[in-house]
């Protein structure tokens, strides 16, 4: 049964400075990982999708990688913004598994100025 | 090109009660996709329709069902409800197997 954890839970930093967010997941046997937004309330914004064949994927100002031996993605955001407070959560989907996603239990950011 | 569309937005429901969810996703994805959100358990998965099929399940009890149409727009149905089923509950399409996905903006069920 796949199990995927992020650490940490919550994280608070000052604008300008470089994170990352980290996801495990125990089940190697993953098609793709997805990373998503949720702002409170809202639905979940998709990010970047990490096929399994690859090791990074970019976009703006995130980057998202992939180990599959290791269990491993993490979410890199550059120079961090107070509109990039959100939560983050990443989402393995199996191979084979149809469109079934498991979820972390996502990362809380916060950007202060 | 328009996202998923989860209707209605907010819902308040008394216990014992049942309720119908409706999903309407992206335009020519076949997929669609039931997850519960609550603060204590997180994104839980309910089920996907793929093509008016029930292809995968979660653990959840018989109480939850659903369907989809042949337009690909899903409906997810609650009966019985309890305390414990109030919860953000959304949808995702997917345009085929194994396919990203994308969520809608979610029911927020309240059980009172």
């Known amino acids: 049964k796949q199990e995927v954890t992020q650490i940490p839970a919550a994280l608070s930093v000052p604008e300008g400075e470089n994170l990352v967010l980290n996801c495990s997941f125990t089940?190697?046997?993953?098609?793709?990982l997805q990373w998503f937004r949720q702002d409170p309330g809202k639905g979940l914004t998709s990010l970047l999708l990490?096929?399994?064949?690859?090791r990074e994927q970019t976009s703006g100002r995130l980057n998202a990688s992939l180990d599959k031996s290791s269990g491993r993605s993490t979410l890199y955001i550059a120079a961090s913004q107070p509109g990039d407070s959100a939560t983050y959560l990443c989402?393995?989907?199996?191979?084979?598994?149809?469109?079934?996603?498991?979820f972390g239990t996502g990362t809380q950011l916060k950007v202060e100025l | 090109k328009a996202g998923v569309t989860q209707t209605p937005r907010y819902l308040i429901k008394t216990r014992g009660q049942q309720v119908t969810l409706s999903c309407s996703p992206i335009?020519?994805?076949?997929?669609v996709s039931w997850y519960q959100q609550t603060p204590g358990q997180g994104l839980q998965f309910l089920f996907e329709?793929?093509?008016?099929?029930?292809?995968n399940k979660g653990n959840f009890p018989g109480r939850f069902s659903g369907r989809q149409f042949s337009n690909s727009r899903s409906e997810m149905n609650v009966s019985t409800l309890e305390l414990g089923d109030s919860a953000l509950y959304l949808c995702?399409?997917?345009?085929?197997?194994?396919?990203?996905?994308?969520f809608g903006q979610g029911t927020r069920l309240t059980v009172v």
């Open positions: 329709y793929f093509s008016e099929t029930q292809r």
């Open positions: 089940d190697s046997a993953i098609y793709n």
């Open positions: 990490i096929q399994s064949s690859q």
């Open positions: 335009s020519g994805h076949r997929s």
């Open positions: 989402a393995a989907l199996r191979r084979g598994g149809g469109n079934k996603l498991t």
């Open positions: 995702a399409s997917s345009s085929g197997d194994q396919a990203e996905a994308f």
